[in-house]
């Protein structure tokens, strides 16, 4: 299990947990439901929001915010 | 016979071609306001749907479900949760992105389990095609018992089919819910039907979960003992519920949705955003954009603006020579074609930059913008998102403002609102031309128009003092309320002309129309106000100068300084004299109170009056004399203070009546006109002493 905001640019996970309810709600009404397919894709400069694919489609959160969701790693396909 | 009205809301994600679909619909029969006392969040519009029915259809904002993160998705919500609302539809359309079907879905299931009749429009099925992503639309709409129509709203395609769709709708049976939310809290939403007294269990369900939903008394009290008798935590139930809505979701897209490899599409995004979203040229691209947007506003705009200045002189001079001499050709030469010549002129520029700003969120641009400096501006107590009513500022602070509603935090979002209007907008924009026109050559400067580059000086100014006010506000503003940047960073998309065009004939119709009302009553207002005296203090003069030379220019002028317009700006005279402006820039400042743009009509207006040979108004104001040196009276002191003044203070009266609408205290209109007016002030103040 990792947090999502170590994640490298190009990694590829699942979506497991989210550790704050408000923040959870948020994003589970954005499709980022547990087993949902993500992949890191960009990450803004200066430690800014990270980019992940999210049912395709690119989804911005703060970096901090990222670093409350917890991530199952797959291994490429 | 009378025909049949009916009324259809619009809704879905942002980004899902929304908008494209309202234009597809209405064309040009839309009612947008952009001022006080006229609904602003709703557009509405017209739609001719068969021979004996009309629509009114009705565009809420982008919202990503019923449970509302930010305002603009809680306008959404009241409308289409409160049957008792005035544009409660008859049938709502949900427009969801073919390349989006997941997350698209979500907001209209939830639609459906609310009982409303409801059509799915799914759009840009051709990029979905591009991107190896085929829906089997029939499997769909079986699937969802609903009625599925593929539309592409952009080329105006399967616009009648979906029509017919809407019609069918009307009269549609309620059918079963696509969850049953009775069945996961059993016992419990029967309950919370009786206590709100309606039978519709998602909207209790809603309810239950403290969705405040608009047109009900709701009896708080009970519901949250009915959430304990249960032992239901409302933020828990809604998570379980969104949870189970996806996974049933998540079914019907596996049956229907075939997915194969992406080609091109997300590639040419990918790369695209490889050089727009790069640590470093990420900042230069977009400072060199805003540097070409200011260029371009100044130099592309100039022709047509030279046209329009000739027409005007031109017609000035038939009016005054058709229409009999006297007291009426006077006042409509001097008094109101003076003045809207004044405001025409600017129609160009104003043109240029609502299509820069149109065109720059069209394409997704703003999003990646939005992006790059959530960072930097939440170091200032600002939003990622807030560079999107940042840049709006530069063409008007009244939209720029209500478009703060995305962002959800109430802090972030009251400091963007306060520092806005410091942006410099369109209606500054007249001012700025005006004056730089007179006091800097048009000359290049390294290659680029001198004129554009103080312009965006201006900007620039403008631009900083908003940071550094919201940086100061962010630690007076207490909150203790999360702040968020959750947001979907759209794939590129060439922009839809026809809606880039709309935006534009909109923006200049509010422009010419409302700003106009204003500028022909105040020019009126003017003219009576310098063309008379109290007493018999012009036949005084006119006795006083008799027979000696010159007399017509010393009569003029001496009358206007007589008159009751003369007699307000005198009386001002010492507050502003520190600042290098007379007592005439006196009169503009205290007309251009109601409007910036107000100016450059009464500084016209108040040139021409006495004047009786007709000039752009330029080449007067380059006339006008100090009266003490003799030298020309617009020097650069005079006009870079002047400028300042304007770049500052808050004079315009519907960006105050928005902010009070916005905040719902007139506390935060009164800090803001406050603020900036002291600002004006001394930055005038400071650079006139300096300068001169």
Redesign the interface.
């Known amino acids: 299990m990792q947090k999502l905001a170590n994640l490298a640019i190009g990694t590829k996970g699942e979506m497991r947990s989210i550790s704050d309810?408000?923040?959870?709600?948020?994003?589970?009404?954005?499709?980022c439901?547990?087993g949902e397919k993500i992949e890191v894709?960009?990450k803004?400069?200066?430690?800014?929001?990270v980019?992940i694919l999210v049912?395709?489609?690119?989804?911005?959160?703060?970096k901090e915010?990222a670093m409350k969701i917890d991530v199952k790693l797959l291994k490429d396909d | 016979m009378t025909k049949r009205q009916i009324k259809i809301a619009l809704a879905g994600n942002p980004n899902s071609g929304k908008t494209t679909l309202f234009n597809a619909f209405t064309g040009l029969k839309q009612k947008v306001g952009n001022y006080p006392g006229i609904t602003v969040e709703k557009k509405t519009g017209k739609s001719t749907f068969s021979a004996d029915i009309d629509a009114k259809i009705i565009d809420l904002p982008g919202a990503?479900?019923l449970?509302p993160?930010s305002l603009d998705e809680e306008v959404s919500q009241q409308v289409l949760c409160n049957n008792t609302d005035e544009d409660y539809p008859n049938v709502t359309v949900i427009i969801a992105d073919a390349?989006?079907l997941?997350?698209s879905i979500?907001l209209l299931t939830q639609v459906i389990d609310l009982n409303m009749n409801v059509v799915l429009a799914l759009n840009m099925v051709d990029i979905a095609t591009k991107?190896g992503?085929i829906v089997n639309v029939d499997l769909l709409s079986e699937a969802l018992g609903i009625q599925v129509v593929a539309i592409n709203a952009r080329k105006r395609k399967g616009i009648d089919s979906l029509k017919e769709a809407i019609v069918n709708a009307l009269d549609e049976k309620p059918r079963k819910p696509f969850l049953d939310v009775s069945k996961i809290f059993k016992g419990v939403i029967e309950r919370a039907n009786e206590i709100r007294g309606i039978e519709n269990n998602y909207a209790s369900f809603l309810s239950l979960c403290k969705q405040k939903l608009s047109g009900e008394v709701i009896n708080r009290c009970a519901l949250n003992q009915l959430c304990k008798k249960h032992e239901i935590i409302p933020?828990?139930a809604?998570?379980k519920e969104?949870?189970k809505r996806?996974?049933a979701i998540d079914k019907i897209i596996l049956s229907t949705v075939k997915k194969g490899a992406p080609v091109g599409r997300y590639q040419f995004t990918?790369r695209v955003?490889d050089l727009l979203?790069h640590?470093?040229l990420?900042y230069v691209v977009f400072l060199s954009i805003l540097f070409l947007l200011f260029q371009a506003v100044f130099s592309w705009s100039a022709y047509p603006m030279e046209l329009i200045d000739g027409l005007f002189t031109d017609l000035s001079i038939w009016t005054a020579n058709a229409m009999p001499q006297g007291m009426l050709n006077d006042l409509v030469v001097n008094g109101i074609l003076a003045g809207l010549g004044g405001i025409v002129i600017f129609v160009p520029q104003i043109a240029f930059l609502f299509a820069f700003i149109a065109f720059l969120e069209d394409t997704g641009y703003m999003?990646r913008v939005?992006?790059?400096t959530?960072?930097?501006l939440r170091g200032v107590g600002l939003n990622?998102r807030s560079i999107i009513p940042l840049l709006s500022g530069a063409a008007c602070a009244v939209p720029a403002i209500m478009s703060a509603r995305t962002i959800s935090s109430w802090k972030e979002r009251l400091i963007t609102i306060m520092v806005t209007p410091l942006m410099s907008c369109s209606a500054r924009l007249p001012v700025y031309t005006l004056i730089i026109a007179m006091i800097i050559p048009a000359e290049d400067f390294l290659g680029f128009n001198l004129q554009g580059l103080v312009l965006m000086i201006f900007y620039l100014i403008g631009f900083v003092s908003a940071i550094v006010v919201a940086y100061l506000m962010k630690f007076i503003i207490k909150s203790q309320e999360?702040s968020?940047?959750?947001?979907?960073?759209?794939s590129y998309k060439i922009p839809d002309w026809k809606t880039v065009i709309y935006t534009i004939v909109e923006k200049v119709k509010v422009f010419l129309f409302d700003a106009g009302k204003i500028i022909i009553a105040v020019s009126i207002v003017l003219w009576f106000l310098s063309s008379f005296a109290p007493g018999n203090k012009f036949e005084k003069i006119e006795q006083q100068w008799a027979g000696k030379s010159d007399a017509e220019m010393h009569i003029a002028a001496d009358k206007l300084e007589a008159s009751y317009a003369g007699m307000i700006g005198k009386t001002i005279e010492p507050a502003i004299k520190p600042l290098g402006f007379d007592w005439k820039i006196g009169i503009s400042l205290i007309t251009s109170f109601a409007a910036r743009e107000v100016f450059v009509g009464t500084m016209s207006t108040i040139y021409s009056v006495g004047d009786d040979n007709i000039q752009s108004i330029q080449e007067r104001l380059k006339n006008v004399k100090n009266q003490d040196t003799g030298k020309a009276f617009f020097t650069p002191a005079v006009g870079v203070s002047l400028m300042l003044f304007y770049a500052f203070a808050m004079q315009c009266m519907s960006t105050l009546a928005i902010v009070y609408r916005e905040t719902k205290h007139w506390k935060w209109p009164t800090i803001q006109f406050l603020y900036m007016g002291v600002l004006a002030y001394l930055s005038s103040f400071i650079a006139y002493q300096i300068l001169s």
């Open positions: 309810s408000d923040l959870e709600q948020k994003l589970l009404e954005m499709g439901t547990p894709v960009r803004a400069p200066f430690g800014g929001p980019a049912s395709s489609y690119v989804l911005t959160i703060r915010d | 990503y479900s449970f993160k390349t989006n997941r997350r979500f991107k992503i933020e828990r809604q998570a969104t949870v996806y996974k990918k955003d979203i640590p470093v990420g999003a939005s992006f790059i959530d960072k930097l990622g999360r968020y940047y959750i947001m979907e960073m759209p």
